[in-house]
């Protein structure tokens, strides 16, 4: 999941509008299409929006963290896919 980090507060502007309409119409995307994944992969991304390509290398990093943190579970839902019951 990319992520969409809606920021909250007064919006001053018609792009900030604009942004928010388009992070808002994102995060109902993304619920829609989770509904079919067998497993989701949120890192933090604390701060980090759209707009944030500063940030990149953070968010880089929080994604592969979360990556690993997921392995176990999609070591898993592999071998309940291939049949296996012992992996």
């Not at 007064?10 to 309409?21: A, C, D, H, P, R």
């Not at 994102?26 to 949120?42: C, H, P, R, V």
């Not at 176990?72 to 071998?79: A, G, H, N, Q, V």
Request: a positive charge.
């Amino acid at each position: 999941e990319i992520g969409f980090a809606s920021k909250k507060g007064k919006i001053t502007n018609l792009f900030q509008m604009l942004v928010q309409s388009i992070q808002i119409l994102g995060e109902e995307l993304d619920s829609y299409q989770s509904m079919q994944a067998d497993i989701i992969i949120k890192p933090k991304l604390t701060g980090i929006d759209q707009l944030a390509f500063d940030r990149a290398e953070d968010a880089i990093k929080d994604g592969e963290e979360a990556a690993k943190k997921a392995i176990p579970e999609i070591r898993k839902k592999l071998c309940l896919r291939a049949g296996l019951w012992k992996c």
